[in-house]
């Protein structure tokens, strides 16, 4: 009878363990994938594994510089069924990024189709697009078949896959590169292949060479989209000392002519009548030429950026972003600040060597010691090979030695040949020769035994004689190894020159002048403005400097309170009976169309309060402050400028007790003269008012009743003067003051003969 199979219990394989223990396990298993095989380049060649797998593939699919295009399809094909298991989507997208020379200062795949552009649009799908490798590419390769670097298996097992790319071309600097591993990411710029050569030179030649030495050649990054490096040398050296820092990358704004007639950068373009505009002509790294123009409209929308009219894309194969600033009088220097604040014309690159050293441990290095480590690995390339080549020069030797025994003994060779039924055992016996030599000479072809064949495998031997011999000497001599480096680093260095299209460099490196102090009320354009505030609290402004006392329209049962000049550049303070002062910026007012709009829609003034004064703004300018009660003090335009809405509270108030007077100290001025509902004045040296932030103050004028009416400030030898009223028009002015002059809070006597009987000054 047959014994029946259990199927068995699935709970017997589950494992009884700490649930925080598990998980940190298996999450540092996928950090330690995501690291060493996803995220980070390998120092060596600078690739991720995608990018290798992705080259590799092509090379495979003999997509050589000069061969066609074949279908990026079949690129991706062959990477995810071969070597990369991912999604098809990642595997192009890499592929895409590789074929940009906006992302890729050096391609390592020429693309023919919609690879995408500046502006942030995708490439076409991988249908319709075709690829082949870039001569670069080939550069990094050169030597795969040469024993110079180890194969692994593929992820099935069915294929092998290099480990690294041997080729000389320095990737990682070269082409930089950026990833986000768990707990660690990267982020390395683009680099001008020439001048990491000669870093690499002076190092060669120099093991001990300061880093300051290597920043004299090595100047910093050289990105794909040009642009200018303005951070000091002293900031860009200690980044790549520790190889972390940041560094501020602006647009490059076209060249024009200054004011002595000479070619600068100065981007700004004359169109006649005294009008300009900037031009700009690169933008930064890896800015979308999209978003930028989007970022700049909505800063003018928002009028946040006044002094900029409009921003135009007039871009084809070259970029070309026009800036139209409000009027010819802004000032050019100012606008681009402004833009280098408030948009991404100046961003930051934040500089993270972190790579794969040669033992597949992640870090952060300075320039130097990536520079070591990779001379390193080039030496070591450069001695797999030579050994390598050794191997093969030995072989070849082996079947030359027995192809000339055949030569000299030829009649018997083709006699044991046609006689023996086993002529191999029977040659090697006769002639010493190994297996492969006998196996090599029966072979042979009919036609390769002519007399001229034996004197071109005697030279063939020699030639392979002494190239063994040289190769030898390089593997005992690391003299000769540094000197072999460096004559092939300096081959390469001719095609990436300074002055080939590819080799020149894009990025200006130059530190820029230190930034002006920024204010946003500096873009606001100067003009002249009349402001009119109403009774009801209705304000407007005017332009220009219209008549104080015009006929401005006011809403049924308003009226006019307040009327001044200033300039749209202008604050104003404006002071409520609760003692509160609210600041107004001149540009924000509305136009003199209409009646304007309620000033308690810009700020939060009590509904119960009345505005009993409007100033403008001066800085270090003094008021004169004072309330109902006779008290005040004078208090410093600085200290009353309000930050928000709410304002900002000086004088100090009680219930019954009011703000009245909010009168300008003129420089000139010495004395302050003071009067009551009473109609008693006072006047006293101004050196007696206290200049304080906030307060009360101190008493100006004593009461029996009544009130404060008013409060002004004067040069005591100029004396007082008032409106005599009626249709004359004249001013009368009181010299002799000495009468009304004594100490502050003195209760006054009664003002000269023809004295405003409103008590107004």
Same mark, same amino acid.
């Not at 991706?76 to 890499?94: E, L, T």
């Not at 130059?510 to 606001?524: H, K, N, Q, T, Y």
């Not at 009461?703 to 249709?727: F, N, P, V």
């Given at each position: ?295 700049? %409209?909505? /800063? ?6 006044? *002094?900029?009219?409009?921003?135009? #894309?007039?871009?084809? !194969?070259? +970029? =070309? ?73 030995? %072989?070849? /030797? ?6 000339? *025994?055949?030569?000299?003994?030829? #009649?018997?060779?083709? !006699?044991? +040949? =046609? ?65 072999r480096l460096k004559r092939d680093l300096a ?24 930034? =002006? ?27 220009g400097h219209v008549p104080l006392d015009g ?211």
């Open positions: 009878m047959a014994t029946e199979t259990t199927e068995p219990d699935p709970f017997d394989a589950i494992v009884d363990a700490p649930f925080d223990s598990a998980l940190s396990e298996r999450y540092l298993v996928y950090a330690l994938s995501t690291i060493t095989a996803r995220s980070l380049p390998d120092l060596r060649d600078g690739l991720k594994p995608v990018h290798r797998r992705l080259l590799w593939a092509m090379r495979q699919l003999k997509l050589n510089p000069n061969d066609a295009f074949k279908k990026s399809a079949r690129v991706v094909g062959d990477v995810i069924g071969k070597y990369h298991p991912h999604g098809d989507a990642s595997v192009y997208d890499a592929m895409v990024r590789l074929a940009q020379d906006w992302s890729l200062r050096y391609p390592l795949v020429e693309g023919q189709g919609n690879f995408g552009n500046v502006d942030g649009d995708n490439a076409a799908a991988y249908r319709y697009t075709e690829a082949r490798l870039t001569r670069t590419a080939m550069q990094l390769m050169a030597g795969l078949d040469e024993g110079t670097v180890n194969f692994v298996p593929t992820y099935n097992g069915e294929d092998e896959e290099p480990e690294i790319f041997p080729g000389l071309f320095p990737n990682l600097l070269a082409n930089g590169s950026s990833g986000i591993a768990v707990g660690m990411a990267t982020n390395i710029p683009s680099h001008n292949v020439a001048e990491i050569i000669d870093a690499a030179l002076l190092l060669i030649d120099n093991p001990h060479a300061e880093h300051s030495q290597l920043m004299d050649v090595f100047h910093g990054p050289d990105l794909p989209t040009g642009g200018l490096i303005v951070d000091s040398p002293a900031v860009i050296s200690a980044a790549y000392e520790s190889g972390k820092g940041s560094i501020r990358v602006r647009a490059r704004f076209s060249t024009g002519r200054d004011a002595a007639g000479n070619w600068e950068e100065t981007g700004i373009e004359k169109l006649g009548g005294g009008q300009w505009q900037l031009v700009v002509s690169e933008i930064p790294y890896m800015v979308q030429k999209s978003k930028l123009i989007e970022q700049i %409209a909505q /800063l003018i929308a928002d009028k946040k950026l006044p *002094i900029l009219e409009d921003v135009r #894309d007039e871009s084809d !194969e070259q +970029i =070309r972003l026009v800036l139209v600033p409000k009027s010819r009088n802004v000032d050019p220097e100012l606008l681009k600040e402004s833009l280098y604040r408030l948009t991404d014309l100046e961003t930051r690159f934040g500089l993270n060597l972190n790579v794969l050293d040669s033992r597949r441990t992640p870090g952060v290095l300075g320039l130097k010691l990536v520079l070591q480590e990779w001379v390193i690995s080039q030496i070591d390339i450069l001695l797999r090979r030579s050994r390598h080549r050794l191997d093969k020069i030995a %072989a070849r /030797l082996e079947l030359l030695e027995g192809y000339i *025994i055949a030569y000299l003994n030829l #009649d018997r060779i083709i !006699e044991i +040949i =046609r006689t023996e039924d086993e002529p191999k055992p029977v040659m090697m016996a006769e002639f010493a020769l190994t297996d492969r030599q006998a196996e090599a000479i029966l072979n042979m072809r009919l036609r390769s035994l002519r007399k001229l064949e034996e004197m071109e495998l005697r030279r063939e031997r020699d030639d392979l004689l002494a190239e063994q011999d040289e190769l030898q000497k390089l593997l005992d001599s690391p003299a000769r190894q540094r000197t081959a390469l260095r001719k095609d990436y020159a300074e002055d080939t299209p590819l080799g020149r460099r894009r990025t200006t490196i130059a530190e820029a002048a230190p930034l =002006r102090e920024f204010s946003m009320d500096a873009m606001i354009e100067k003009e002249p403005v009349t402001v009119i505030l109403s009774a009801r609290g209705w304000i407007r402004a005017a332009k006929d401005f329209k006011f809403k049924e049962g308003d009226g006019p309170a307040f009327a001044l000049h200033c300039q749209t550049t202008d604050k104003l303070l404006v002071a409520v009976d609760n003692g509160r002062f609210y600041t107004l910026g001149a540009d924000k007012l509305p136009g003199a169309r209409g009646f304007g709009e309620p000033i308690r829609t810009m700020v939060d003034i009590d509904p119960e309060a009345q505005i009993v004064g409007v100033t403008v703004y001066k800085p270090k300018g003094q008021l004169l402050l004072a309330a109902n009660t006779g008290r005040g003090f004078a208090a410093e335009m600085d200290e009353l400028l309000a930050e928000t809405r709410k304002g900002r509270g000086v004088v100090s108030t009680k219930p019954g007790v009011r703000l009245v007077v909010v009168r300008e100290i003129a420089p000139e001025h010495d004395h302050v003269a003071v009067i009551g509902e009473n109609r008693k004045l006072v006047i006293f040296a101004l050196s007696e008012v206290p200049i304080l932030a906030k307060g009360q103050g101190v008493t100006l004028q004593r009461y029996k009743d009544g009130e404060l009416s008013d409060a002004t400030t004067l040069r005591l030898e100029d004396g007082l003067s008032w409106a005599m009223g009626g249709e004359s028009g004249r001013t009368r002015v009181e010299k002799d003051l000495l009468p009304w002059k004594v100490a502050r809070g003195a209760a006054g006597r009664l003002p000269p003969n023809g004295f405003p009987r409103d008590n107004r000054f």
